[in-house]
């Protein structure tokens, strides 16, 4: 059995992934606040697990992995969004969880295991909130239920941060009723109009935290193999997450691997609103960038490390993904290619398995390997999948080769290049590539073809 190593940011080192129960691999990943459009670092997350995911299927079986990425559907954002809009809550919810749902299935990824959304699991969260009043770990203030970051002596562990050091760089909330400055919601009154459960401490809702610890808990049991995230959600929520769940079951370890995936940038710039380069998966994909191109270039780079999201990036993407469909054309999927498997069982390097992809795809151009090899290897990282290939469906190009190469004959015995230029820059405007030679001339899809700009030669 391949074995697989991760980098776990709670030990800080790269470790063989033991599971629990190799029977049963258990994973929870941090889903998105469904308040609006999923922006390209929501995709990159989303991608990453996605293809760890996959990996944990293939050695350890597709029915053996269960996969949970929770929805987060009661927010401020939210309340802020239905307040600006004047539309329902629930509503917006709704609306954003399918956006996000059909953008995510655009890049590749599987549906997890389970998408629980935070508010069917209410009950749950008030009732660990109770357990932990009741171990005094929590404590009730004008009507919040807080966290008493004091009683849990390894808080600050996962992040490497002393307590002083959290206060210093954390926007912490300055309120009378907390103890400690670092005290977390775990419960607080729900505002007029706005969501809200009856509990033992009035109606509210439930603190941000605490959401993941009780759909993880119920779903996936005290202790489970694999928790990840994006790396902004070490501190404070996944600390805050490990600390509730040890205090409320006994001081066990909530996930035995953590894993952070790093953020994008956009042409070497934090992509960000104030800078003017902030996008959505949407408008990349209503660009016509295909969403197996988007899924390819966050894959360029470790998912530890930051991705840069370039123009060069795409093109070079699309150019290889369109080539490697003409290779696979018709194929059956075989067994993946070992350097690809181990590629991304090396902590799932991705960049190291693009470049096995790239060799392997040479091979299969020369007649020394399968295209079913290659195909399978790529939808290991999620690439090549059946039903995202539209794009890149071949066209027939030869009347066009026909009509060019006639022109430039014709020139050649009048000495007039006129129509052949013309046509030729027809033709770069649609993104075609014409090569010509001693052998003649060539027409092949360029990176930036668009069929519906062809030359009407009718």
Excluded at 316 to 334: F, H, K, Q, Y
């Amino acid at each position: 059995m391949t074995t697989i190593r991760l980098t776990n940011s709670a030990a800080r080192t790269k470790q063989d992934f033991v599971p629990l129960d190799p029977a049963h691999v258990r994973m929870y990943v941090c889903g998105p606040t469904v308040y609006d459009r999923a922006h390209m670092g929501n995709a990159r997350s989303a991608c990453v697990f996605d293809t760890l995911f996959r990996l944990l299927r293939h050695v350890h079986g597709a029915g053996q992995v269960t996969y949970v990425r929770n929805i987060t559907d009661v927010d401020d954002k939210i309340n802020a969004r239905a307040a600006e809009t004047g539309r329902p809550i629930s509503e917006i919810a709704d609306e954003t969880t399918g956006w996000y749902v059909e953008d995510m299935a655009a890049l590749g990824c599987l549906a997890p295991t389970d998408s629980p959304r935070a508010t069917a699991h209410v009950p749950a969260m008030i009732a660990m909130t109770e357990d932990l009043i009741a171990k005094g770990h929590a404590y009730e203030a004008e009507g919040h239920v807080l966290f008493a970051v004091n009683t849990y002596d390894a808080y600050g562990r996962l992040s490497g941060r002393t307590v002083e050091d959290m206060i210093a760089g954390a926007r912490v909330e300055v309120a009378p009723y907390k103890r400690d400055p670092m005290d977390f919601v775990l419960w607080k009154p729900a505002e007029p109009g706005s969501p809200g459960w009856d509990s033992p401490w009035g109606r509210g809702r439930p603190g941000w935290h605490i959401e993941c610890s009780a759909m993880a808990g119920t779903l996936l049991g005290e202790t489970f193999d694999i928790h990840g995230g994006g790396g902004d959600l070490m501190f404070p929520h996944h600390e805050n997450e490990i600390a509730q769940s040890a205090c409320a079951h006994g001081g066990a370890s909530m996930a035995r691997y953590w894993l952070h995936n790093e953020m994008l940038q956009v042409e070497g710039r934090k992509m960000s609103k104030s800078l003017g380069n902030f996008f959505t998966v949407r408008d990349k994909l209503d660009e016509g960038v295909p969403g197996e191109v988007i899924r390819y270039v966050l894959m360029t780079a470790h998912y530890r490390k930051p991705t840069d999201w370039t123009v060069d990036k795409v093109r070079g993407a699309t150019v290889s993904l369109r080539r490697w469909r003409e290779l696979t054309a018709g194929a059956t999927p075989a067994a993946p290619d070992n350097e690809v498997v181990e590629a991304l069982a090396d902590d799932l390097n991705t960049a190291r398995a693009l470049d096995a992809l790239h060799h392997l795809a040479w091979a299969v151009a020369e007649g020394a390997a399968e295209p079913g090899t290659l195909l399978a290897s790529a939808r290991m990282l999620g690439l090549l999948e059946a039903g995202l290939g539209d794009w890149a469906a071949p066209v027939d190009l030869s009347g066009l080769e026909r009509h060019f190469s006639a022109l430039r004959e014709r020139a050649k015995e009048t000495k007039d290049f006129s129509a052949v230029d013309a046509l030729k820059l027809r033709l770069a405007q649609a993104g075609v590539e014409v090569r010509m030679g001693h052998q003649g001339v060539s027409l092949r899809p360029g990176p930036d073809f668009a069929p519906d700009r062809l030359p009407d030669l009718s």
